[in-house]
């Protein structure tokens, strides 16, 4: 998956805990981003980064922070999860010489009892 | 703000028969165009991009894609599909002209019959 590393693979929490989803790269690549991928609703754009310090919001931002300290590391934090945030989390990232494409995490499976 | 259409939540198709997944979409800018490919328990890998040039863009397992301005599409085809092509398939966007934000389709099913 292109140097893109998601922890934890799978998490249950109860409805108000909080988490965060870890993302870590070794591309160096600055773009980097948050979906979500619901059955029948596709990928969905949570917040994303184009570098170190710089993040935006994406389709569905409410409910999520992210901050981008470092190159390497994008962590989404969820303050308070609700069980419409069960989902499948996945990041993407991209470099300036990859030419638009976007690589995958594997993703992290999230369960909001 | 920029959005794809997948009209199709699933394909059938035969063996060794030619394939399409369709997708509109809507941009304000220039389109950059996207097909990826999910298969089970697993992220998506990228199939193919159109940015600039000829419409016709060729990717990855023998799929290639038609840009086509006039009709807002950028349909995935196969000549001749496997079993293997069994998958989840999206189409994305980005404005070229806009924000750096990909907005991926629904996704639609294909299922290739042996």
């Known amino acids: 998956n292109a140097g893109v590393t998601q922890t934890p693979k799978f998490q249950v929490l109860k409805t108000g805990q909080s988490m965060t989803l870890q993302c870590a790269q070794d591309m160096n690549h600055e773009y980097m981003s948050w979906y979500r991928q619901d059955p029948g609703m596709g990928l969905r754009l949570i917040h994303y980064s184009v570098g170190a310090g710089i993040t935006d919001q994406g389709e569905v931002p409410n409910g999520y922070n992210v901050s981008r300290s470092t190159t390497e590391d994008f962590p989404l934090r969820l303050l308070s999860a609700a069980p419409s945030q069960t989902s499948v989390y996945f990041c993407?990232?991209?470099?300036?010489?990859?030419?638009?494409?976007?690589?995958f995490g594997s993703g992290t499976q999230l369960s909001v009892l | 703000a920029q959005s794809v259409a997948q009209p199709e939540d699933q394909v059938n198709v035969a063996e060794g028969n030619p394939l399409t997944v369709k997708c509109t979409y809507s941009?304000?800018?220039?389109?950059?165009l996207f097909w990826y490919v999910q298969y089970p328990n697993r992220g998506l890998q990228f199939l193919l991009k159109y940015i600039t040039g000829d419409n016709l863009v060729k990717g990855s397992y023998g799929f290639e894609a038609e840009f086509n301005k006039s009709q807002t599409s950028f349909h995935l085809k196969k000549p001749s599909a496997l079993v293997s092509d069994s998958a989840l398939y999206f189409c994305?966007?980005?404005?070229?002209?806009?924000?750096?934000?990909?907005?991926f389709g629904t996704g639609t099913r294909l299922k290739v019959l042996a």
């Open positions: 941009v304000s800018g220039n389109p950059y």
């Open positions: 993407a990232i991209r470099g300036t010489t990859t030419n638009e494409k976007l690589f």
């Open positions: 994305a966007v980005r404005d070229g002209a806009g924000t750096y934000k990909y907005i």
